[in-house]
C-alpha cells in the first residue's frame, strides 16, 4: 500500500477500521451519488449496511452519517432537504474528504455576523441549513419553535440563519451554500438576517 493510502486509513480509524469496509462505504457512497439523485430505497440500503457495520460508526463522521440516516428515515418519508442533504455529504464521502466532513467549521470562513448577536425566540423567523450536531433540522426547528419562534425557508423576512456544524471548507460549492450567500446579500443591502453558527445557536437553548 503507498504511504498515501497508508495516511488515508489512520485518519479514517487506523486499525479500528479495515480498509476493506472503508473501501466498501465509499464504493456505495460513489454508486448512490452517480445519478445526482437519492431515493428513499437507496437510503434504506445505506442504513442496513451502516447497521451491519456497527464499529465503524466508532469514527465521528461515520457516527454523524449513521445518525443522521437514521433521523431521516424515522418519520417513514425523505423529504427534498434531506436527499440534499445526504448528498452533500455522500459526495463529500465518496471523494474521500474524510477529513473535513468531521470537522468543525472555522468561524473564520463562514460569513458570521461578527460579533454573533444575542438571540431571542418568541416572534422571531429561524432558517436552518447544513448538518447539525444538535440532531436532524427537524429536532432543530422543534427546538425553536418550542420557544415561540416561526420556522421555514430562508426569506428576506428570517431573523436568523443557523450554519450546522459539520462542514466542509468548500462549503460555498455545497448546496447550502447558495443559501448562506443569499443571506449575506440581504444581510449587506440591509435586511436584518443574522448568520449564526450552530455552537452559537445551542449557548441560547434552554439546558
Not at 436527499?83 to 477529513?99: A, G, M, V, W
Not at 418550542?146 to 436568523?160: D, F, P, W
Amino acid at each position: 500500500m503507498m504511504a498515501g493510502a497508508d495516511e488515508f486509513y489512520t485518519r479514517v480509524g487506523g486499525d479500528r477500521i479495515g480498509s476493506r469496509q472503508i473501501d466498501e462505504l465509499i464504493g456505495i457512497a460513489r454508486g448512490l451519488v452517480a445519478d445526482s439523485q437519492i431515493n428513499q430505497a437507496e437510503v434504506e440500503f445505506l442504513q442496513k449496511w451502516l447497521g451491519a457495520n456497527l464499529h465503524i460508526s466508532d469514527q465521528p463522521v461515520v457516527r454523524v452519517l449513521y445518525k443522521r440516516v437514521d433521523e431521516m428515515l424515522s418519520d417513514g418519508v425523505l423529504d427534498d432537504d434531506e436527499k440534499t442533504e445526504l448528498l452533500d455529504t455522500l459526495n463529500q464521502f465518496s471523494n474521500r474528504e474524510i477529513d473535513g466532513l468531521g470537522e468543525v467549521l472555522k468561524s473564520t470562513s463562514l460569513p458570521l455576523n461578527d460579533p454573533e448577536p444575542p438571540l431571542t425566540f418568541a416572534g422571531q423567523r429561524y432558517c436552518f441549513t447544513g448538518t447539525f450536531n444538535f440532531g436532524c433540522r427537524k429536532e432543530c426547528e422543534s427546538a425553536v419553535e418550542g420557544l415561540g419562534a416561526e420556522v421555514g425557508s430562508l426569506t428576506q423576512k428570517t431573523n436568523v440563519l443557523v450554519i450546522g456544524i459539520y462542514a466542509t471548507d468548500s462549503w460555498k460549492h455545497s448546496s447550502f451554500g447558495n443559501k448562506i450567500m443569499k443571506a449575506v446579500d440581504w444581510r449587506d443591502k440591509g435586511f436584518p438576517i443574522s448568520i449564526v453558527s450552530e455552537p452559537h445557536w445551542k449557548r441560547y437553548l434552554p439546558v
